[in-house]
């Protein structure tokens, strides 16, 4: 719906009386170029009293009120906003009102020629400001009130590639808005263990989840519109139950059609992550706890940590300890469903540190940690702890070791050491200057 308020303020001369004369104010509401603007909601208000009216197909209104000093006139058909001032004397029509607005009226075709049904949104280009919307019939044509100006066009549809019209007069849009189709995905679902009503399917590509979009499966078959075209591997999952990959091509010209077969339940491995060490073996006796209430998680004597396990405990993240390494926080991944085959535990270091410089005000306490570099990017990030002061969990490789100060649980800064390769067995001296910020 498009709001146009127009002001208009006018002033009544007259005799007062205990029963003020009534007075019928009229008009017609144009556009800029003369065109009538029908259905426009007329709003008049006085100091204790409101009339509404709605324009006809010729743009007209009349409203008839009881006169007093000032009245206000608002006429609402969009959220463009014009005020004007007029001096009356009874009864007035205050003539025709040309908006500085157009209907915008394009026709929208498919790259067939044939009619689409698509909503058409419209930007203020300098603003971003939403200024007009409107919806093309089924012969595809749309009629949009428009202000004058510089606009930004876009369109509305799953099915169909993004159409957009930048930093253009409101007079300049094209006539025609031919959109360019997606393309649509059908599939069919073999499940050995089928459950009726069918469950939701989920449909994953290499790229990650698909928007979820797709209709209700009827017997165990679905489309799944407003796709990109390009090589897609896809796979499907029920009820936690994966198929197996599948490469397809998806093109604009024909729909693509794929199966995804589902292993039945009794068949789907365990999802499981073991740890291993430094040298790449399964560790043993690795004690995990879910971080949010320390509540021990099954097997975790044998090395592996499994999902079901980690679900059934409600547990959306966990740390791994193990003697002589530092501790591993993992997190769920997607409801653990990701879940890393393996989980590298890092070998503890030790080093011993010495924080000075410009130390906050008011520090009571400190707070340490260590980031370990790979061979790419930041890989590992854990609290270290202090003990007759050395830090006795410091990742061993290249290192860099971070102090926090705190005032009590209040936060008042940070200092780091440069990198530092770590090795086991040999303790590090680090020293942690706080510098003073600049203002």
């Given at each position: 719906m498009f709001c146009w308020n127009f002001v208009i303020l006018c002033t009544l001369s007259g005799a007062l009386g205990c029963s003020p004369p009534s007075?019928?104010?009229?008009?017609?509401?144009?556009?800029?170029?003369?065109t009538p603007i029908p259905d426009a909601v007329v709003t008049v208000t006085g100091d204790s009293f409101l009339r509404?009216?709605?324009t006809g197909r010729g743009g007209r209104f009349a409203v008839e009120m009881r006169a007093t000093e000032s009245y206000v006139v608002r006429v609402r058909s969009g959220n463009f906003e014009s005020q004007h001032e007029f001096t009356v004397d009874g009864d007035t029509d205050i003539g025709d009102l040309k908006l500085k607005a157009v209907y915008y009226e394009p026709e929208v075709l498919d790259v067939q020629g044939q009619p689409v049904r698509a909503e058409l949104v419209f930007f203020d280009a300098g603003t971003?400001?939403?200024?007009?919307?409107g919806s093309s019939d089924q012969a595809g044509f749309a009629s949009v009130l428009l202000p004058l100006g510089k606009l930004e066009m876009a369109h509305i549809s799953y099915d169909y590639a993004l159409y957009f019209v930048k930093n253009t007069d409101t007079r300049a849009l094209p006539d025609k808005v031919v959109l360019d189709p997606k393309a649509t995905l059908h599939f069919e679902i073999?499940?050995?263990n089928p459950q009726r009503p069918f469950p939701a399917v989920e449909l994953i590509s290499r790229r990650g989840y698909l928007p979820k979009r797709n209709p209700p499966l009827r017997d165990g078959k679905g489309s799944y519109g407003g796709l990109e075209p390009g090589d897609y591997e896809l796979r499907a999952r029920v009820n936690d139950r994966d198929s197996q990959w599948?490469?397809?091509?998806?093109?604009r010209s024909k729909p693509a059609t794929v199966q995804f077969v589902i292993p039945p339940a009794d068949q789907i491995p365990p999802i499981q992550a073991r740890f291993i060490d430094h040298n790449g073996e399964t560790m043993k006796g690795v004690v995990v706890r879910c971080?949010?209430?320390g509540e021990l998680i099954p097997q975790h004597t044998v090395g592996v940590v499994d999902r079901k396990d980690l679900r059934k405990v409600g547990c959306n993240a966990f740390i791994a300890r193990a003697p002589g390494y530092c501790r591993r926080t993992v997190g769920c991944g997607n409801g653990w469903r990701n879940l890393q085959s393996t989980i590298p535990m890092l070998r503890a270091c030790r080093a011993r540190v010495t924080v000075k410089g410009d130390i906050p005000e008011g520090t009571t306490r400190f707070e340490y940690g260590a980031v370990q570099q790979g061979d790419e990017a930041v890989t590992f990030q854990e609290p270290c702890h202090m003990v007759d002061g050395v830090l006795v969990d410091v990742p061993e490789g290249k290192t860099r070791i971070v102090a926090r100060a705190f005032a009590g649980d209040l936060p008042l800064g940070n200092a780091g050491t440069d990198w530092h390769v770590c090795r086991v067995g040999k303790e590090l001296d680090v020293v942690i200057e706080f510098k003073k910020r600049s203002r």
């Open positions: 007075v019928e104010i009229t008009g017609r509401i144009l556009c800029h170029d003369g509404v009216d709605h971003r400001r939403e200024v007009g919307r073999d499940d050995p599948v490469s397809v091509t998806l093109s971080r949010h209430d």
